[in-house]
């Protein structure tokens, strides 16, 4: 299956995307990790990034798009993938389109988790103390739900227009919303 996990940060995307690579047994593309990964191993992409994650804001297009069309030219996606944090605006829908088509690898699948705001910062405080991820301190959270709102909430428009969207409900239990998510696949 080639599926797609829209939602704001702290939605739940990541943490129900590696639960999703077990049950479907494809790979769990998570943009967010690619680059944090980029940034741990000090390369000249993971400079450029490091500050603007830091931010909270987006990486630019053209960076993401290098990264996932070598991602998905690996072999391990030929059964499907799930993508977690891409796309994240309709420039990268669009582009993110136009390269699974050259492929002849549509999606199959767009699932979009639904949270209120109080409840995300709330989460991602929980994190920040579990964690210490740069990116989760209030300034940059706030900063993240803005772009989120302003950039990517449009791209659930884009997939409803194609009719591949399902929402699903992101708060309950992560058992709850997990079983939700493969209710709305079909699974
Ligand atoms: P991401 O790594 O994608 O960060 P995120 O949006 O915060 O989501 P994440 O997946 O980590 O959190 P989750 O909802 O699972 O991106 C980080 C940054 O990278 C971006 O700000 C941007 O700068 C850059 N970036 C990434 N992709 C990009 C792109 N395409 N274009 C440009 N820039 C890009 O969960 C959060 C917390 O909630 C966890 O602690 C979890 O335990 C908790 N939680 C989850 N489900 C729960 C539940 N049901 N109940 C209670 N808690 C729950």
Same mark, same amino acid.
């Given at each position: 299956?080639?599926?797609?996990?829209?939602?704001?940060?702290?939605?739940?995307?990541?943490?129900?995307?590696?639960?999703?690579?077990?049950? /479907?047994?494809?790979?769990?593309? =998570?943009? #967010?990790?690619? *680059?944090? %990964?980029? $940034?741990?191993?000090?390369?000249?992409?993971? &400079?450029?990034?490091?500050?603007?994650?830091?931010?909270?804001?987006?990486?630019?297009?053209?960076?993401?798009?290098?990264?996932?069309?070598?991602r998905l030219?690996?072999?391990?996606?030929?059964?499907?993938?799930?993508?977690?944090?891409?796309?994240?605006?309709?420039?990268?829908?669009?582009? /993110?389109?136009?390269?699974?088509? =050259?492929? #002849?690898?549509? *999606?199959? %699948?767009? $699932?979009?988790?639904?949270?209120?705001?109080? &409840?995300?910062?709330?989460?991602?405080?929980?994190?920040?103390?579990?964690?210490?991820?740069?990116?989760?301190?209030?300034?940059?959270?706030?900063?993240?739900?803005?772009?989120?709102?302003?950039?990517?909430?449009?791209?659930?428009?884009?997939?409803?227009?194609?009719?591949?969207?399902?929402?699903?409900?992101?708060?309950?239990?992560?058992d709850e919303?997990?079983?939700?998510?493969?209710?709305?696949?079909?699974?």
């Amino acid at each position: 299956m080639r599926l797609v996990l829209l939602g704001p940060p702290g939605s739940g995307k990541g943490t129900q995307a590696a639960r999703l690579k077990d049950e /479907l047994q494809i790979p769990h593309i =998570s943009t #967010g990790d690619l *680059l944090r %990964a980029e $940034v741990a191993a000090g390369s000249e992409l993971g &400079l450029q990034a490091k500050e603007v994650m830091a931010r909270g804001e987006l990486v630019s297009d053209e960076i993401l798009l290098g990264m996932i069309r070598s991602r998905l030219s690996r072999e391990d996606v030929a059964n499907g993938f799930i993508l977690d944090g891409y796309p994240r605006n309709v420039a990268q829908a669009n582009a /993110l389109e136009a390269l699974l088509a =050259s492929i #002849g690898q549509p *999606l199959q %699948a767009v $699932v979009q988790l639904d949270v209120a705001n109080e &409840l995300l910062v709330e989460r991602i405080a929980g994190r920040a103390k579990a964690e210490g991820r740069e990116d989760d301190n209030p300034e940059s959270v706030r900063k993240r739900l803005q772009v989120y709102s302003d950039s990517t909430a449009p791209v659930i428009g884009f997939y409803e227009s194609r009719g591949a969207l399902a929402k699903v409900d992101g708060v309950g239990t992560l058992d709850e919303v997990f079983a939700r998510i493969l209710a709305a696949l079909g699974k």
